[in-house]
């Protein structure tokens, strides 16, 4: 789905706030919503579901769910998982649901639902200064917020054509191997060697855009869909996350969620059902 956005026109911008979510949540179910809801993702992951396709956002993603569009959350996020979102309004003018951007002209930026920005600074301080702006009182706070806005539109409209473009971004590649073989625990040589690359390649990269290697993201990865298991609700087994993360056996899998989260994942579960 896209929407193509006016980028002449104002528009108020309901809300803009940087926010941490200690506790998992899911992400608010809203039915045809009155306002763009545009997400930038610093930390944490979001799952949710808008009109029958499910969409998995994770650090340095942005996800856009339009006014008009119906979606509900489909797992409960990490803790301590961190957003910049801004609440918009809908302009007459916009163009939700455009198929392409034929459909769109001078006026108009066409923007999709999840676009991976791969950590792209300038979009990430963008989501923040809005944030700023909005709760200072700046003198023609409006008029300043409308043009960090409308920038912003159009770097994520950029960042996604040159997503798009670029095939050979070994990490995008590498995140949706991992996503297609969830019960698979690649090592470092392994995963490089499925994209022709060098280890020393694939560990750059990684280091690149999340500052931390590739084995490291992968464990971090398999950690927050073990916590999505673990609240969906379903009386998984513990041995049965263990099994299908990856993971050598249970008592691996558990000291390893309790190192990074403090608890082991049975306690971990009733915590939450408190």
């Known amino acids: 789905m896209r929407t193509c956005f006016d980028i002449e026109n104002n528009r108020k911008i309901f809300e803009a706030v940087d926010v941490t979510y200690k506790d998992p949540i899911l992400h608010p179910t809203r039915e045809n919503v009155k306002f763009h809801d545009i997400v930038y993702m610093v930390e944490g992951f979001f799952d949710f579901k808008l009109d029958d396709s499910i969409y998995k956002a994770y650090p340095g993603d942005v996800f856009v769910l339009p006014a008009g569009s ?51 600074a300038a979009i990430r301080e963008l989501f923040y200064e809005i944030a700023l702006v909005k709760c200072s009182d700046k003198p023609q706070k409006n008029a300043i917020i409308n043009a960090l806005f409308k920038s912003l539109l159009c770097l994520i409209y950029t960042c996604e054509n040159k997503t798009v473009v670029k095939k050979s971004d070994i990490v995008n590649e590498c995140i949706e191997i991992m996503r297609q073989n969830q019960s698979v625990f690649f090592k470092e040589a392994e995963m490089a060697e499925k994209l022709f690359v060098s280890d020393k390649t694939l560990r750059k990269a990684f280091e690149k855009r999340y500052n931390k290697s590739f084995y490291k993201f992968q464990l971090d990865y398999k950690l927050g869909q073990a916590v999505s298991m673990l609240t969906s609700g379903n009386e998984i087994k513990i041995y049965e996350i263990s099994d299908c993360l990856g993971f050598n056996d249970e008592f691996h899998f558990s000291k390893i969620f309790k190192k990074k989260f403090g608890v082991a994942p049975s306690i971990y579960r009733k915590k939450l059902e408190k």
């Open 70 to 120: 119906s979606y509900e959350g489909v797992s409960f996020c990490a803790e301590d998982t961190r957003t910049v979102y801004i609440h918009s309004e809908a302009l007459e003018s916009d163009i939700p649901n455009c198929i392409s951007e034929r459909e769109a002209d001078r006026i108009h930026v066409p923007v999709g639902t999840l676009i991976h920005t791969g950590d792209d």
